[in-house]
Structures are given as structure tokens and as C-alpha cells.
């Protein structure tokens, strides 16, 4: 760790500024690269103020470093952030703790402050499957740490809010159109370019305007990008299976020998994802709808979304559709105060099916196999209420308070087609919510924060989620800030309501709950911005997937919970707990005035204790160190900017290397990806631009065990890991003549 | 009509919709009238260290200013929004002292009468001059009254530089602080920005 230290300092006083630019440019450059955040405390203010630690990510960075989604934007340009591919939607984790096959709703992502982390399960996608026109994002603001006193439910790992450009920034009609090409990846990792090559295509179009309306201001916004696309042909396998329920061959369906699962995947590869923005703000109201679709093909088993079914079967599939609403009137009230009402809504739609050929796989009778279909919706209504008072009207001493009232409501249903229906609900509650904060501002050189939120559930309780921030101006440039956060999850309609065959309902779960406590320092030199900070994290009462204890079987059997002759059964428990500690670094900057640069690194030591007495054991699929590192540099005249970006994770463990009985563990070598882009203008063609770009990873595999035999058979069985995308090309067109 | 149980969850659900559309028929009904979507995108604090360090590129300035720099804030009476954001921006300029080395001295001035305006510009003299919100009608008036002077004006609402009624205008571009320059209006007051300044800035033409 000291000499990661000293290796940053190191760099830092290597690229101090050498009167590089005349000592204004940089003072003006130092202030215009200063990111101005809304999400840490619903109000605007500059990052270094702020109450949290947040990072900003600009539209510019993410155009210049061909960035095509929100999983590219974290793991390349923001610090501490994680994103993995389980080859189903994507899994985030921040400061050491990911939570695998959560759904990302340890995560609150919102679109313009509004909650996308949909009622039933508050899953949330942090990769194409965001849903929202990507040329439409003005920055996206990541927050990391507990940030439950503004957002409650979710917040844990932190918040990431997406930011979508006004009219004067998208004015006129804008398209975009980009085209991309990935090669097929064989059984050991290498490419395979005489196989089916993975394709994608995405189109935007846009519109922004602004003019005057009833003797106002009004602006209109719209937008509407299709995404579509096919992965590239995967070579998995073979895993020799036996059907426990016939004792011969399983059967994996017509794309797979009796008894075999593996080969090339060529037909269950599609993603889709149609989305759709409006916006129109008249004075001082604004309403904003959103609608989008996120469909895709599971591509394999693993232990999160198909952990049975049929091999390369396009019928096995997710989609998720969403529509949300979120209007807003802000009211001047005079005397420093100003109070915005919103009111918003929420619709969502999730289906899930699954196709086995396998009797074993399937109930009673269904010997030639069955096929399941999960339904969800989740319906949201609220409203919201916030005032903020400036006492002394000069910014020193700011309350904000405020009140939130969701109306949720959510249904589910499994069914097995042509058989039965199981673990089917109708649910719905109220969730009540207030808030408040206190800055005080002194003096330039000091600020405080506090505030606190306190949640309530009908199901649970109360959750009360405190906060307290300070910084103070340790010298020229340097800020220090140290930050105590709270936050929790409150228990999902899923959780909450699941029930099958050997699992039993829990519908008395409570909220889990971390606290987290940091202090870092900034320090500006110039163009270039320095910050280093520690954390430590505590999180408790973790919902995990526990046993049932004898007693507790015996019961839930005799009383018709579970099947007679069920000898291990399980349940939802708030039994876990884990500790996460580290270090984290970035530094950003220009070293001249064309070449831009950033790097940031994370060493992370986590535990996570099962509470079933075991010993606390590391974390799957994060890794303990990570980081990412990006160079840009601005040809003169019209020729291109040439942008390079890498990230870096250390070797982990696989997620079934403490539970998955393989001998040697399941463990995955470091991950290096770098991606080089070229963006620039098409030359005599007003407003038209290109861009140009290759990703190579020199990865041959993920951390995730793959396929039936997801755990070891044998003393030698030996984990097969998931496929990973190591070499990909794209090219795009945009036109935008009045930006 | 069917009663429902005060402790049923439908029944708060109604409550709690009857409740919030009320208020909001309410606050509508008690807000100001003439309320204005005009809040700034920068945080004021940001916007006037910005300002102090922009000066030094405008060529003209020291000689505007003299022996001492005048701020001018310019705020619409009756707006609360202006009034707000007009007390920040005189809170945030007392806590500075000088701007290229010269000692500044501040003043809220409240727009009114055209005329009175212009009177009141050839009193005083001010080398900056800072528009608050609420000028979405008047600052084609404002621009007018100061046709020929010498006067570096800022605003953090990027419409009037767009109009082409203020010079310098601090926006907020993909999340950070941005420059808006309006080369003619500039030209109109006898602003010259450094050719260095012009390459941070969006420059209207």
C-alpha cells in the first residue's frame, strides 16, 4: 500500500504544473473543471463542498472515450466502481462489496434525481439495460457510501444519478448511428473468428427547443434510441450431467448431446433495448416521461438467472419494461426560501421464462419437460414535498426539509405451462418518508452537514438513516473532509413473498443496514486534482438464502409450508454481516493544453461473516484491487481526438469458490481491458461528427462458475467460468447540426 | 358509498391522494405569481471566483476600473427568485477584497425605470456588472441602457447572453462550470477577452 502511495505522489509531482500555462489559464481551467453535483443533498453545489464523495462523469469524457453504456462509463471513468458481466444483466460493486445476483439494488440509479429501482424486486440496470437515450445524458454524478438521508431503500453501495442534457444543449434534430462488431470466443478463451461474429446497431434521434410558452420559458426535449444486437457466439462446455429423477443422460433440448451440456451458442444471444425520453419544462414546471424495454436472451446457466434449463434455447429469456412519469413545480417563496413539489409514477413489467427438456427439472408428470414463466409488476405513485430556507439569504446557514409518500403495489406469478401455479401475490403498502438537512458555512474555509432521514414500512418498521459531513481548507488547494453515512435496504416484495417446493416464506425479513465511515483529501495543484481517502464500512442484517434449522423443517413440513420428505429446506434470514475496508485514490488533470488525463485506484480488504458461525470469509467476484487509467489528446485543427482507456481488477475469487466444493477454489486471473478511440469531425459537413473504436481484453475468462455443474461432482471436477467479450469494434455517425 | 376502515391500507392510500393534491392545489394558489423558472445552473460562490479571475483577461478592465473595482448586482424588486440570488452574490463578493490587485467594493442596485437606470450607470460608474434572475423581459432594456458604455456584464443565465443582451454568461456543461461569451455585445462595451479566455469559452459570434 505505501508504495501504491507513493507511486501516485510520485506521479503527482512529476506532472505539477511547470508554468505549463500562463498562471490564469490554469486558475480559470482549475475552476471550469470543478464538477457542480445535485445528488449528495438535492441541491447544487460544487463536488469539494459536497457532503459525499461523488465523481462526475461529462458528456464530452464519454463520447471521447467511446463509451457506449453505463457499465463502460463506470469501470472507465469513475473511481471505486465495479462492473462485471455474469453474461446476464450486468452486477455493480463499489469500495470492495459487491453483493452477486442482486439485481444491482444495493444500487439507487436515478434519472434526473427520480428512483429507477423499480417496487417489486428494486432491481435496477447499470448497463444498456439503463434505458435511457445515451446521447441524451448531459453527466452522470456517481455518489459512493450509504446515501439513504436523501433517497432511503437502496442507497448502500451509493447512488448514481443520471443527468439528461436541456434543450439549449440538444437543440434541433440530432441522430446518431453506430454499428458494432465482437469476435466469437472459444472454450479456452482464445477468438474465434471462424465462428458467428457478435453484431449491434444503435440509433438516436433527438430533438430539443426552447421558446417562449404562455409568456414563460419553455423548453422541449425529446429522444428515442433502439438498441439491438447479438452477442458473439460463446463455446462452453462439455459438462457430462445425470438426471437425478431418471438416473440416465439429462437432456438439455435438440441443441445438446443426451447427458451434455456445451458447445457453441449461436442462437440464445439476442439483447434488445428500445427506449424513449420526452421532457417539457414551462417556467417553473417541469414533467418528464420515460418508457423503455429490456430484452434478452440467457445465454447460459449460472447461479443467478437459469440454474437449470435447456442449452442454446432462444424461448429462455428476461424482459423488462418500465414507464415512468415525474412532474415538478418549484415555488419561489421569498426570504431565501424556495419549495419544489413533485409527484411522480412509477410502471413496471418483468417476465422470465425458462425451458427444461429435463423430467428432473420439472414437476410431478411433466416427464418430457416443462417450460416456467415468471410475471411481475410493480406500480408506484408518490409524491414528494421539499423546502430549502437560506436563514442568513448569503448561503451559510441552508435548511432543506422534506416529505415523501409512496403508494407501492406489486404482483407475481410462476407458472409451469400446461401445469401448475405457484407462489402467486397480489401485495401492496404505503411508505412514508421524512427528511431533513442543516449545512452551516461559517466561513469560506469550513463547512458542516448534517441530516437525517427517517423511513417507514409498514412491514418492518422504521429505519432512520443519519449523516454528518465536515471540510475544512487545510492549506493552498487542499481540502480535507471526513463523512459518517448510513443507509439501508428496506426488504423487497420478492424477498418478502417467495416462496417454492424447499424454500419458505419470510414475510417477517427486516431492513438491512450499513454505516460507513471516510475521510479523504484534496489536493489542487492547477489543472491537476488530487484526492486520496480511506473508508471503512460495516453492514449488517444481510438477507441471504440460510437453512433452515431441523426444528424449523420438521414444523414448516408438518404444517404444509414445504413438501413432506424435504430434507434440506431454506429461507430468507437477515443473518449476514461484513466489514469493508480500503484505500482510494484518483488524479485528474491536463498536462498540456490539448492531453487530458485521468487515474484512480481502490485497495479494498473485505468479510463477510454468514452468521452461522462459520469464519468470516472474503468477498466473490470484487476484486480487492482495482482501478482504471485513460489518456486523451486533441489533434489540432480537424483531425481526431485519440483517447485511451484502461481498467484494471486483481485476480478474485469466483462466486462459487467457498460454497462450490471444487478442490483447488475457483479463483480468475487479473483482468486488464484497454479501448482506444478516435472521435472527431467529418471535414466541410456542418455538424456532423465520427467515431471510432477497439476494445481488447486481455481476460480469458469472468468470475462466474457457469453451466449444470455449478458445483463439484467430484474431488476432480473442475469449475468452467463464464465467457468474456476480449475483442470488439465499432464505428458511429452522428449528425447534429445546431449543438 | 361503500365505508372504508380507517386502519385499511386503501383507505390511507385515498387519504394520502386527497391529501397531496390539495396541498398542491394550495401552494399553487398561495406561491407568488410572478415566480420565474430563472434559478442559475453554478453555484454562486463558483460563479464570482470566476469572475475575479476572467477580469484579468478582459484588456480593458484595469483601466475601467481605476482606483477601485465597482461591482454592480442588478436585482428585480418583487422577485423573490432575483432577491434570493442577488443577496447570495453580495455575500459572496464581500468576502472578496481585491480583483488584480485592486480593492473591490460592492452594490445591490435595484432595476427600475430605464432612464433612472442609465442616470444612475453615469453616477456611479460600475466595472461589473452582475444581472440576477427575473431580467427575461428587461434585459434587452438593460443592454440598451448601456450601449456605448465601458462595462463587463455577467449573468448565469445563459439566455440573456444567447439573446445577446449580456457579454460573459457562466453556465453549467455536462455537469461543470462553462463560459458564454457574446462577442458583439462585448465589442458594444468595450470588452476585449485575451484570445486565451476565448478558447475556454462557448463564443457567440
Same mark, same amino acid.
Given at each position: 500500500?505505501? %508504495? ?20 490564469e489559464?490554469?486558475d480559470v481551467?482549475?475552476l ?28 464530452? /469524457? ?21 462492473? +462485471? ?44 439495460? &439503463? ?33 439528461? %442534457? ?8 440530432? +441522430? ?45 426535449? *425529446? ?6 444486437? &447479438? ?55 417541469? *414533467? ?128 409451469? *405451462? ?62 480535507? %473532509?471526513?463523512?459518517?453515512? +448510513? ?12 416462496? /417454492? ?40 442484517? *444481510? ?43 484518483? &488524479? ?14 481502490? &485497495? ?72 482506444? +478511440? ?62 | ?19 397531496? #393534491? ?7 394558489? #398561495? ?14 460562490d463558483l460563479q464570482v471566483s470566476l469572475v475575479t479571475r476572467v477580469a484579468a483577461y478582459?484588456?480593458?478592465f484595469? #483601466? ?5 473595482v465597482?461591482i ?20 459572496a463578493w464581500?468576502r472578496v477584497q481585491f480583483v488584480g490587485g485592486i480593492?473591490v ?9 430605464? !432612464? ?12 461589473v ?25 455577467v ?6 447572453? !444567447? ?27 468595450? #470588452? ?14
Amino acid at each position: 500500500m505505501t %508504495r501504491y502511495c507513493a507511486m501516485v505522489l510520485a506521479a503527482m509531482v512529476t506532472i505539477a504544473p511547470k508554468q505549463i500555462f500562463a498562471e490564469e489559464a490554469a486558475d480559470v481551467a482549475d475552476l471550469l473543471s470543478e464538477s457542480i453535483v445535485s445528488t449528495p443533498s438535492k441541491g447544487l453545489e460544487s463536488a469539494s463542498h459536497a457532503a459525499a464523495t461523488v465523481s462526475s462523469i461529462s458528456a464530452e /469524457d464519454l463520447r471521447r472515450y467511446g463509451i457506449r453504456s453505463l457499465d463502460e462509463a463506470l469501470n472507465f471513468l469513475t473511481q471505486s466502481v465495479v462492473v +462485471t458481466d455474469p453474461t446476464h444483466a450486468k452486477e455493480s460493486g463499489a469500495r470492495g462489496v459487491l453483493l452477486t445476483g442482486d439485481y444491482n439494488n444495493h444500487f439507487l440509479v436515478l434519472l434526473n434525481g427520480h428512483a429507477l429501482n423499480e417496487a417489486w424486486n428494486s432491481t435496477a440496470y447499470v448497463d444498456a439495460g &439503463l434505458g435511457v437515450p445515451f446521447e441524451l445524458i448531459d453527466h452522470i454524478e456517481v455518489t459512493l457510501g450509504p446515501g439513504s438521508v436523501m433517497y432511503g431503500s437502496e442507497a448502500m453501495l451509493g447512488v448514481i444519478n443520471v443527468v439528461t %442534457r436541456k434543450a439549449n444543449a440538444y437543440s434541433g434534430v440530432s +441522430t446518431v448511428t453506430e454499428l458494432g462488431l465482437s469476435v466469437p470466443i472459444d472454450r479456452a478463451g482464445n477468438l474465434a473468428f471462424e465462428e458467428s461474429f457478435g453484431r449491434t446497431g444503435r440509433f438516436g434521434l433527438g430533438y430539443g427547443r426552447t421558446q417562449k410558452l404562455f409568456g414563460k420559458p419553455a423548453e422541449l426535449v *425529446l429522444a428515442f434510441e433502439w438498441r439491438s444486437g &447479438l452477442r458473439p457466439a460463446f463455446e462452453l462446455g462439455p459438462q457430462d450431467v445425470i438426471d437425478p429423477a431418471t438416473g440416465r443422460p439429462k437432456n438439455f433440448g435438440a441443441r445438446a448431446m443426451p447427458g451434455r451440456w456445451g458447445g457453441w451458442i449461436h442462437q440464445a444471444r439476442q439483447e434488445r433495448v428500445p427506449s424513449a425520453f420526452a421532457q417539457l419544462t414551462v417556467g417553473d414546471f417541469s *414533467l418528464w416521461l420515460r418508457s423503455a424495454e429490456y430484452f434478452r436472451q440467457s445465454l447460459i446457466i449460472d447461479s443467478t438467472v437459469m440454474s437449470y434449463g435447456d442449452f442454446d434455447d432462444p424461448r429462455n429469456f428476461e424482459r423488462d419494461r418500465w414507464f415512468n412519469l415525474d412532474a415538478r413545480q418549484r415555488f419561489a417563496l421569498g426570504h431565501g426560501a424556495t419549495l419544489v413539489a413533485r409527484g411522480f409514477a412509477d410502471i413496471y413489467a418483468y417476465r422470465w421464462t425458462n425451458a427444461s427438456s429435463a423430467s428432473g427439472d420439472c414437476p410431478a408428470g411433466m416427464a418430457r419437460g416443462c417450460s416456467q414463466l415468471l410475471t411481475s409488476h410493480s406500480n408506484t405513485y408518490g409524491g414528494e414535498v421539499k423546502a430549502t430556507v437560506d436563514w442568513t439569504e448569503d448561503g451559510t446557514v441552508v435548511t432543506l426539509i422534506g416529505s415523501e409518500v409512496r403508494l407501492r403495489r406489486a404482483d407475481s406469478r410462476l407458472e409451469y *405451462l400446461g401445469g401448475s401455479v405457484d407462489n402467486q401475490y397480489q401485495k401492496h403498502d404505503v411508505v412514508e418518508a421524512v427528511y431533513a438537512e442543516q449545512k452551516f458555512v461559517p466561513r469560506a474555509e469550513f463547512e458542516m452537514n448534517l441530516g437525517a432521514r427517517l423511513d417507514h414500512y409498514p412491514g418492518f418498521g422504521t429505519a432512520l438513516s443519519p449523516r454528518a459531513s465536515a471540510g475544512a481548507a487545510v492549506w493552498r488547494g487542499g481540502r480535507w %473532509r471526513t463523512i459518517y453515512s +448510513t443507509a439501508f435496504r428496506a426488504p423487497t416484495f420478492y424477498e418478502l413473498n417467495y416462496r /417454492d417446493a424447499i424454500q419458505i416464506q419470510n414475510p417477517h425479513l427486516g431492513p438491512e443496514k450499513v454505516w460507513s465511515i471516510e475521510s479523504s483529501l484534496e489536493q489542487k495543484l492547477g489543472a491537476q486534482k488530487l484526492s486520496f481517502g480511506v473508508y471503512y464500512s460495516r453492514w449488517e442484517r *444481510l438477507i441471504q438464502y440460510a437453512t433452515l434449522p431441523e426444528l424449523e423443517r420438521a414444523q414448516a413440513v408438518s404444517d404444509g409450508r414445504i413438501a413432506p420428505g424435504t430434507e434440506v429446506a431454506y429461507e430468507y434470514r437477515n443473518t449476514a454481516s461484513m466489514t469493508s475496508l480500503g484505500v482510494e485514490s484518483r &488524479l485528474d488533470g491536463s498536462i498540456a493544453p490539448r492531453l487530458t488525463y485521468g487515474v484512480s485506484g481502490t &485497495l479494498a480488504r473485505s468479510r463477510v461473516d454468514l452468521g452461522d458461525g462459520s469464519t468470516p470469509l472474503p468477498l466473490t467476484v470484487m476484486p480487492s484491487a482495482y482501478g482504471n487509467a485513460r489518456l486523451a489528446y486533441e489533434l489540432p485543427n480537424d483531425l481526431p481526438v485519440i483517447a485511451l482507456a484502461t481498467r484494471f481488477e486483481a485476480r478474485r475469487y469466483a462466486d462459487r469458490n467457498f460454497d462450490g466444493g471444487f478442490t483447488n477454489g475457483a479463483r480468475v486471473a487479473p483482468r486488464l481491458d484497454v479501448k482506444l +478511440t478516435l472521435t472527431g469531425p467529418v471535414a466541410n459537413v456542418r455538424g456532423l461528427g465520427y467515431r471510432i473504436g477497439t476494445g481488447y481484453s486481455f481476460a480469458r475468462v469472468g468470475p462466474y462458475v457457469v453451466g449444470p455443474n455449478l458445483y463439484a461432482t467430484d474431488g476432480s471436477s473442475r469449475p468452467e467460468f463464464s465467457p468474456v467479450e476480449r475483442l470488439y469494434a465499432f464505428v458511429g455517425l452522428e449528425f447534429a447540426p445546431d449543438q | 358509498m361503500r365505508c372504508l376502515d380507517p386502519m385499511n391500507v386503501r383507505y390511507r392510500e385515498v387519504l394520502l391522494l386527497r391529501l397531496t #393534491v390539495t396541498l398542491a392545489i394550495l401552494l399553487t394558489w #398561495v406561491a407568488p405569481n410572478h415566480a420565474l423558472a430563472e434559478d442559475v445552473e453554478v453555484p454562486v460562490d463558483l460563479q464570482v471566483s470566476l469572475v475575479t479571475r476572467v477580469a484579468a483577461y478582459d484588456r480593458n478592465f484595469s #483601466v475601467r476600473a481605476g482606483q477601485r473595482v465597482l461591482i454592480w448586482i442588478l436585482v428585480t424588486r418583487g422577485n423573490a427568485d432575483s432577491e434570493r440570488i442577488a443577496k447570495q452574490l453580495e455575500a459572496a463578493w464581500k468576502r472578496v477584497q481585491f480583483v488584480g490587485g485592486i480593492p473591490v467594493t460592492v452594490r445591490t442596485v435595484e432595476y427600475g425605470e430605464p !432612464d433612472k437606470f442609465k442616470e444612475r450607470y453615469k453616477r456611479d460608474v460600475p466595472t461589473v456588472l452582475m444581472l440576477s434572475a427575473g431580467f427575461a423581459d428587461a434585459a434587452a432594456m438593460v443592454a440598451k441602457s448601456l450601449e456605448g458604455a465601458s462595462l463587463l456584464t455577467v449573468t448565469a443565465i445563459p439566455r440573456y447572453v !444567447d439573446d445577446g443582451n449580456v457579454v460573459l454568461g457562466i453556465e453549467s456543461r455536462s455537469g461543470k462550470p462553462a463560459l458564454v461569451v457574446h462577442l458583439a455585445r462585448a465589442r458594444h462595451q468595450s #470588452v476585449a477577452f485575451k484570445p486565451e479566455l476565448l478558447k475556454l469559452a462557448r463564443v457567440i459570434r
